[in-house]
């Protein structure tokens, strides 16, 4: 076996996963990266094709819960980091099955982390990363920022199914030294992403002129920061992050829901050549989705401050190249069914 890294990163064909993906592929031509995917609903490898051919790149159909599978991909491969992405990522489908979440975010976590302590020495350079979301901090009021301090308050399935494997992660590490990160992210958009998701869900349906359904009041309120930024961000955090902290990921960008779903309205009309004003029009209020969080911001000084990260993208700017991108890939919406 060479001396080479050799990063298993789980849940590269999803919307996240494959921005990850492509940067450390193309970024470190000295890496392998093992693409570790399931191919639910939510994975797509035509999100990674343009890099599937490099000679570092690895596409491997597997699931986190086969902790059979793991370990030959730990023992064959030599894996020596792990960056993970793999997930359930629906708050509403966790809602609907529950169970579901606690398999594979759950379980899926600490599968990859029994493969990594059977498999890693504490005396060898490894990295177990896990990358999490800001909603296992639960709600914030009108006012204030999460910090990596605030204590975790998870109110959704899929919320506390991300703080069970964030506990599992430091657990591991505590117990078995197993050298590890976390970051908590606010919510991503941009290219890729799957058509349940807000955004992605109320272009294709702008487009297709359907009825774009707010909850409750629409006052609801999201941190939103360019895929490409979180990336670069899990690039940094797995080079230069230490071991055993927690950083929170964000775009200083609060959106109320009903705001951004007007300004993605404005915008649409512009490119679809529609009377500005007239997409609003499908916007309709729906009964609140239970459990809702009123509202998540993060504060990322930490990151910001050591790491020297800071979001690249305007706002925008950024949604209007994700407007792009899915207008240019119509076969891509097709194809996801959303
Ligand atoms: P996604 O749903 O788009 O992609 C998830 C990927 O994981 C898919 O490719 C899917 O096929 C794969 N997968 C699911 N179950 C699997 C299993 N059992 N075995 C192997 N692969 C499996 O999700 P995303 O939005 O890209 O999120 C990626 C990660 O980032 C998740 O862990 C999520 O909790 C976290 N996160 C997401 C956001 C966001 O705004 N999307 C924000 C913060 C953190």
Known sequence: MDNKKHILITGGAGFIGSHVVRLFVIKYPDYHIFNLDALTYAGNLENVEDIS????????????????????????????????????SHVDRSIEDPLQFVRTNVMGTVNLLE???KKWSPREA??????????????????????????YDPNSPYSA???????????????YNISHVISNCSNNYGPNHYPEKL?????????????????????????????EDHATAIDLIFHEGKNGETYNVGGHNEWKNIDLVQLLCDQMDQKLDRPIGSSRKLITYVKDRPGHDLRY???SSKLQRELG??????????LQQTIDWYLENPQWLEKTNG
């Open 161 to 175: 199914s991300k703080a069970s494997s964030d506990h599992f992660v430091r657990a591991y590490g505590e117990t």
């Open 53 to 88: 051919n490099k000679p570092n790149y690895t596409f491997i159909h597997g699931d986190i819960t086969d902790l059979d599978l793991l370990r030959q991909l730990f023992d064959k491969h030599g894996i020596t980091d792990v960056i993970h992405l793999a997930a359930e």
């Open 126 to 151: 490894h990295t177990f990363y896990h990358v999490s979301t800001d909603e296992v901090y639960g709600s914030l009021g009108a006012t204030g920022l999460f910090t990596e301090n605030t204590p």
């Open 115 to 117: 493969a990594a302590r």
């Open 199 to 227: 955004i992605p869900l109320f272009i294709n349906r702008i487009l297709n002129n359907k009825p774009l359904p707010v909850y409750g009041d629409g006052n609801y309120t999201r941190d939103w920061l360019y895929v």
């Open 309 to 318: 990260w800071k979001p690249s993208r305007d706002f925008q700017v950024g």
């Open 297 to 299: 911001a993060i504060d």
